[in-house]
């Protein structure tokens, strides 16, 4: 018997107390919006959704079409609910409060609505990341400082992956489940619970195009990866990189690697690509939930405090050993 996506909430809620019921119903707005994505990327040229939307974001990002499309839903399927106080996302400069018009709740939601945005008009995996926090203090108006909260903090992260099938990922902190959407029910089936990511691993992720700008533990790491069974590891490694974490971040939940987007040279006075608040903190501890680690060369990145909604951050995660054996190299130079 199949196990719908609000069945597993509700028996988390009823079994673990792991879910209140307003973060229940704000998990499932966020699967409804993630649905209507998704039906809009599978639309593809039908549906005048690809190429550019002639703006920029607040990081200076062309937007395409789709990036705005997948804001917009996620904001009017979250914003009358009752269950959220704000929501942020790399689409948006500022934190978009919920109207007055509509009753407002504790959590604050993030997200990056459509992630690895270079590959939607190539028919290549995209995806949407989300994380969900907590206001600290109930009785004050929302301001973007409740959002500068250290990735621990979280109380529920996800993804949801427009693949070759579109499956969402999710933890509240009670493990990582996996649900495909099964389009002809209309609904999310839970198809894995308990996700490992093995510790060991012979597949990494990087740009390898950048590497004449990265920094020497970086370059360490994979050169040692690169010499295979005749160097200092003693095995051959894969490489794999789909310009999209979260496709990357799918594989590596599903069969293990490590994946990297380290601080480079080219733009020295940024902490690397990838922003903290709504691509690494959820990844990051979606990967710790399946028993990966997730630093930042130096660091635990759900331990970094935030300064800035935007603010990006170097990530290597995966597989444990691997990214124990990069940090060390960071840490040891
Ligand atoms: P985006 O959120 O604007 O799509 O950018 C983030 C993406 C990640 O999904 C991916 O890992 C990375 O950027 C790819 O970068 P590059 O084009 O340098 O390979
Ligand atoms: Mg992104």
């Known amino acids: 018997m199949s196990i719908s996506l609000t069945r597993y909430l509700v028996e988390q809620q009823r079994a673990e107390g792991h879910i209140p019921s307003e973060l229940r119903l704000l998990l499932e707005v966020v699967a409804r919006a993630c649905k209507s994505i998704s039906q809009a990327v599978n639309k593809g040229a039908l549906g005048d959704v690809l190429g550019t939307a002639g703006s920029e974001n607040v990081q200076g990002e062309v937007q395409k079409k789709l990036d705005i499309i997948a804001n917009d839903v996620l904001i009017e399927a979250n914003e009358w609910g009752g269950h959220l106080a704000a929501m942020a996302s790399e689409e948006m400069d500022t934190i978009h409060v919920v109207p007055n018009r509509y009753p407002q709740g504790e959590y604050l939601l993030m997200f990056d609505p459509l ?35 250290a990735g621990m903090h979280q109380v529920a992260a996800g993804y949801c992956v ?14 990582v489940a996996m649900f495909t959407l099964d389009r002809e029910q209309g609904s999310f089936v839970l198809t894995q619970e308990n996700v490992r990511i093995p510790a060991d691993t012979k597949e990494f992720a990087i740009n390898m195009s950048n590497m004449r700008h990265w920094d020497e533990p970086v370059k360490r790491y994979i050169d040692e990866c690169l010499q295979g069974e005749e160097g200092p590891r003693g095995k051959n490694f894969n490489m794999r990189w789909i310009a999209s974490m979260v496709a990357d971040v799918h594989r590596i939940m599903t069969r293990g690697g490590v994946f990297m987007y380290p601080w480079d040279k080219r733009e020295p006075n940024k902490p690397g690509k990838l922003r903290l608040m709504y691509e690494a903190n959820p990844m990051s501890w979606l990967v710790e939930q399946a028993g990966g680690t997730a630093t930042n060369g130096r660091q635990r990145i759900l331990e970094i405090q935030p300064t800035q909604l935007h603010e990006r951050v170097s990530v290597i995660l995966g597989s444990k050993n691997e990214v124990d054996r990069v940090t060390s190299y960071h840490l040891k130079g």
Do not use: C, H, M
């Not at 590959?119 to 600290?136: A, M, P, Q, R, W």
């Not at 427009?162 to 493990?175: A, F, N, R």
């Open 162 to 175: 427009y693949g070759p099938q579109t499956t969402l990922v999710l933890t509240v902190g009670d493990g």
């Open 115 to 149: 992630d690895g945005s270079s590959n939607i008009d190539v028919n290549v995996s995209i995806g949407t990341i989300f994380s969900v926090l907590k206001k600290t203090d109930a009785s004050k108006g929302v301001s973007e400082d409740d959002f500068l909260q």
